[in-house]
């Protein structure tokens, strides 16, 4: 069992910028791909962005391209998400999340962190 755990979350202004991180623990998540997803209340769980096991290839929901960074560190078991020129319209929870059982925009991973509060308020 790979236990995900997310920091990083709070209340930020319109423009502003937050860096998340998902941690884990007790190791053994180098071998996976990653992403994020976020869920806001009243909505489906969706796709932020994923990034493969050896950090070469990401992937970005169109909402979030050019203003999220999805990496990685391996060594350290460390997974990042740099949120920059955030919007209202972005505030939700942030989970991270490994091992997908299908494709990689799908939130069918097999491991999920608990979750951290996104705001974007003014």
């Known amino acids: 069992q790979v236990q995900l755990v997310e920091s990083g979350g709070g209340l930020v202004q319109p423009g502003g910028s937050l860096r998340l991180s998902c941690a884990a623990p007790?190791?053994?998540?180098?071998?996976?791909?990653k992403g994020w997803f976020r869920q806001a209340p009243g909505k489906e769980r969706e796709f932020v962005a994923a990034i493969t096991r050896n950090g070469a290839n990401t992937y970005y929901a169109d909402s979030v391209k050019g203003r999220f960074t999805i990496s990685r560190d391996n060594a350290k078991n460390m997974m990042y998400l740099q949120m920059n020129s955030l919007k209202p319209e972005d505030t939700a929870v942030y989970y991270c999340a490994g091992g997908p059982r299908g494709p990689y925009y799908s939130p069918s991973y097999n491991y999920w962190g608990q979750g951290t509060q996104v705001t974007v308020s003014s």
């Open positions: 007790g190791g053994t998540s180098s071998g996976y791909t």
